[in-house]
């Protein structure tokens, strides 16, 4: 049976000048961005929308709720952004008296397959824009400026900040952005041809920099056949010798005859964590529909936790992506249920 597309093609149809990016197969993932924006007006102005005396009403509520308007607005608005599920928009002003200023920030929040850049940055100009409405009778002379994304997290690219900097009360609320610093973890690596020498193993050194980029110290790194007395032996030895909290163990999770991993996983663990396995291959339906087909897992081996991905480069980024949002958090609940001193 042929493979169906996702995309329709029209055999005769132009090629169009712009195009709808198709998310299709992203996965949904906890999104969140933070805008902001100044506008600056007369001493006369800014007494007015400080004190709420303008004719209009009270300026800062009423943009607050433009600003949450906006958000919602967005793909209405720009017209190739997807219509997202907003879970919540936040919008706080936050008044200069000595430049005669307010600066707007709005908070877009969703669970979503794309990210919510756009929702915060169109919140923010609704925002500013309804104070300048609101204002204008007052000091028709005013300026918006300094509209930018300050924060976006979730998603590929993780946790984004301005390089011009964000304010300090923000940076306190970022996810830390190497939860696995002073963490010992482990690699090993199964693979007949590249234990041979036919080909060079990719999985393990993208592995690695994901890895140390996250701040853990990586203390054994081993590629292996797939054979379970090697895999069972290289995995103990790796956890009496080392006693790291991680260890992943790459190649050997799918159906075939040689595909071990599993069983010996199963054959060596005090207690096996299915649970993880579980929701691996179910965020994994996102990427390829035959993702049910592969027996990744995960257990203990004393103190450490050992995770068995599938081999393929592909599979293993896929994979990380799913769990390193949560994988310190992960191994720091483990720990206070009595493992690793």
Known sequence: MSKAKDVLVFPTAKTPDFKMINVGRKRPTRRRAVACGTIRMSREAFESVRDGSLPKGNVLALAEAAGITGAKKTPDIIPMCHTLPLDQVTVHSVLDEQENSVTVYVQAVA?????????????????????????????????????????????????????????????????????LKGQKVALLVMSDRASKGEYEDQSGPLLKRKLEHMGAELVSHRLVPDEKEEISQSIREICDQYSPALLIASGGTGPGPRDVTPEVLAGISERMLDGLGDVLRAESLHHTDTAWLSRMTAGMVGATLVIAFPGSPKAVEECWDIIEPFIGDALHKIKKQGYGG
């Open 111 to 179: 669970f979503a397959k794309t990210g919510v850049e756009m929702e915060a940055l169109t919140g923010a100009n609704a925002a500013l824009l309804t104070i300048w409405d609101l204002t204008k009778g007052v000091d028709p002379d005013l300026s918006i400026e300094g509209i930018r994304l300050l924060v976006k997290t979730g998603g590929k690219s993780g946790i984004w900040t301005n390089p011009l900097g964000i304010p300090d009360w923000l940076e306190a609320q970022l996810p830390d952005k190497q939860p």
